[in-house]
Antibody
Framework: QVQLVQSGAEVKKPGASVKVSCKASGYTFTGYYMHWVRQAPGQGLEWMGWINPNSGGTNYAQKFQGRVTMTRDTSISTAYMELSRLRSDDTAVYYC????????????????WGQGTLVTVSS | QSALTQPRSVSGSPGQSVTISCTGTSSDVGGYNYVSWYQQHPGKAPKLMIYDVSKRPSGVPDRFSGSKSGNTASLTISGLQAEDEADYYCYSYAGNFYVFGTGTKVTVL
């Protein structure tokens, strides 16, 4: 069965960087784009961008351009999201989510989600 | 890349129907038939309920249905049940980018 297991909670100071990992299992890692979504406390979902694990190609939401870097290590089926120059309003739960299967459902959905990683930015 | 607009909250009694709207632009909701809806219970990851405007994934009750007209998509929950109380988000493709709705809290009275 498909599983996405994320790294544990982090506490960071303003100006620092954080790198969250997302280990995939139960499917061919390079066959499906991986998206990253965040949710600030009590707030809604916010799309951050995606990575193509096959090519390493990325596409980031305009809001995060220049501060976010998404990478992957295909040898261990793991995707990473690094956010730099952290501010207090970056405090949020960060989710990785796999896109759907184009042949059975849709390429334009997020059908499997990680458990979320809480990143707290505080001085 | 502005968030899609949803009502902050909707409510209904068990057995009633509620409809949640999701308003975007011709660059996202209106431009593609790639709107999906997610249910999120407190402390949990979102769960896909509707995709490609009106399709239901396997395992989602047929009480959930979706539609779209112009730049506005809608999610209808018929025969409301206690377990439907949750936050709901629309999500749309916007030409190589994606955008979520602002979220709607559904309360079962």
């Amino acid at each position: 069965q498909v599983q996405l297991v994320q790294s544990g909670a982090e506490v960071k100071k303003p100006g620092a960087s954080v790198k969250v990992s997302c280990k995939a299992s139960g499917y061919t890692f390079t066959g499906y784009y991986m998206h990253w979504v965040r949710q600030a406390p009590g707030q809604g979902l916010e799309w951050m961008g995606w990575i193509n694990p096959n090519s390493g190609g990325t596409n980031y939401a305009q809001k995060f351009q220049g501060r976010v870097t998404m990478t992957r290590d295909t040898s261990i089926s793991t995707a990473y999201m690094e956010l730099s120059r952290l501010r207090s309003d970056d405090t949020a739960v960060y989710y990785c989510a796999r896109v759907g299967d184009c042949s059975s459902t849709s390429c334009y959905i997020l059908d499997y989600w990680g458990q979320g990683t809480l990143v707290t930015v505080s001085s | 890349q502005s968030a899609l607009t949803q009502p902050r909250s909707v409510s209904g009694s068990p057995g009633q129907s509620v409809t949640i709207s999701c308003t975007g632009t011709s660059s996202d909701v209106g431009g593609y038939n790639y709107v999906s809806w997610y249910q999120q219970h407190p402390g949990k990851a979102p769960k896909l309920m509707i995709y490609d405007v009106s399709k239901r994934p396997s395992g989602v009750p047929d009480r959930f249905s979706g539609s779209k007209s112009g730049n506005t998509a809608s999610l209808t929950i018929s025969g409301l049940q206690a377990e439907d109380e949750a936050d709901y988000y629309c999500y749309s493709y916007a030409g190589n980018f994606y955008v979520f709705g602002t979220g709607t809290k559904v309360t079962v009275l």
